[in-house]
C-alpha cells in the first residue's frame, strides 16, 4: 500500500499506515488500534458488520447465472471508466462488495483500492485472488486524504442509503479536483424498478431506490460536482452519472 491513510475517528494523518501494513496498526493521535485480518486493514469492528455479512451470506455469490450476469456488467463499466483516465491512475470503489471492478481495473495496471463495511465479501474476494487493496471502512467517514484518487465510483451501492449525498461528499472529498467521480445506481425506467425487492429483503434494508437522469444529476449538483455526461447500462438496469469534482473542498 503507497498510500498513507487517516485515522477516521479524528482525522488526522497517520503516516503509521503507510507501506506494508502486516500487523495492528495504532492511530498517533487518538490511540486507537486498527488490525490487519486476511491482509484486509479494518477501519470499522467485525461486531457492526452483521447486518451487511447477513446480506452477504444471503446472496448467492457463487451462483453460475448471477456471476456471468455480474462479469458482464462489470467488463461493461470497467470499459466504460478506464476511458476517463490513465493506466496506472489511483482508483477507489467505496462500497465495493466483492469489489470485481476494482479486480478489473488493479489486472489491467491501476492502483485500485476497494473499501467496504463488511468483511465477508472482501475476504471472499481476497480468497479469489483480488489484486486490489482491500479496506473495511465506513463509505460515509474513508480512511482516505482529501484529494487523492483520480477515480471514486461504485455501482448500485447508493441507493441503498438513505443519505446518498452524504456518500457522494465524501466520494468527492477523496477525489483529486478535476478528477472524476461515477455512480451507477438503478433505473427508475428500466428492469430493476420492477423487480420487487421489498418481499426478498430482509429488515428493509435493500429497498433501494431507483434514480432516473435527472434525479442523479441533482444528486452530483447538490455535491458541488459538474456533471460530464450520464448513461444507462447492463440493459437499462442500471442509470450513471460521470461527474468531475471542479475544486478542492
Ligand atoms: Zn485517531
Redesign the pocket.
Known amino acids: 500500500m503507497d498510500l498513507s491513510l487517516?485515522?477516521?475517528?479524528?482525522?488526522?494523518d497517520?503516516k503509521v499506515f503507510k507501506g506494508t501494513i502486516s500487523y495492528s496498526q495504532c492511530?498517533?493521535?487518538?490511540?486507537?488500534n486498527y488490525v490487519m485480518n486476511d491482509g484486509i486493514l479494518q477501519f470499522v469492528e467485525d461486531k457492526n458488520t452483521e447486518t451487511w455479512d447477513t446480506y452477504w451470506k444471503r446472496t448467492p455469490v457463487y451462483d453460475d447465472i448471477m456471476d456471468v450476469l455480474r462479469k458482464m456488467m462489470n467488463v461493461q463499466l470497467r470499459r466504460y471508466l478506464t476511458k476517463q483516465i490513465p493506466t496506472g491512475s489511483l482508483t477507489l470503489e467505496p462500497g465495493s462488495g466483492s469489489a470485481y471492478v476494482s479486480a478489473m481495473l488493479a489486472e489491467k495496471g491501476f492502483q485500485a483500492y476497494a473499501l467496504d463495511y463488511a468483511f465477508m465479501p472482501l475476504s471472499m474476494a481476497r480468497k479469489q485472488g483480488n489484486k486490489a487493496q482491500l479496506i473495511q471502512g465506513d463509505l460515509f467517514n474513508t480512511p482516505f486524504m482529501s484529494n487523492t484518487f483520480d477515480l471514486t465510483f461504485n455501482n448500485s451501492t447508493l441507493e441503498h442509503f438513505p443519505n446518498p449525498l452524504d456518500a457522494l461528499k465524501e466520494m468527492s472529498r477523496v477525489t483529486k479536483p478535476g478528477k472524476y467521480v461515477f455512480v451507477g445506481v438503478p433505473f427508475t425506467y428500466g428492469p430493476l424498478a420492477a423487480y420487487k425487492l421489498k418481499k426478498s429483503s430482509f429488515k428493509g434494508a435493500w429497498d433501494g431506490t431507483t434514480y432516473d437522469r435527472q434525479g442523479l444529476k441533482k444528486l452530483f449538483q447538490d455535491a458541488g460536482l459538474e456533471v460530464v455526461g450520464s448513461r444507462t447500462f447492463f440493459f437499462r438496469c442500471f442509470v450513471g452519472v460521470l461527474g468531475r469534482k471542479i475544486g478542492a473542498n
Open positions: 487517516i485515522c477516521p475517528e479524528c482525522k488526522k497517520c492511530c498517533s493521535q487518538c490511540k486507537k
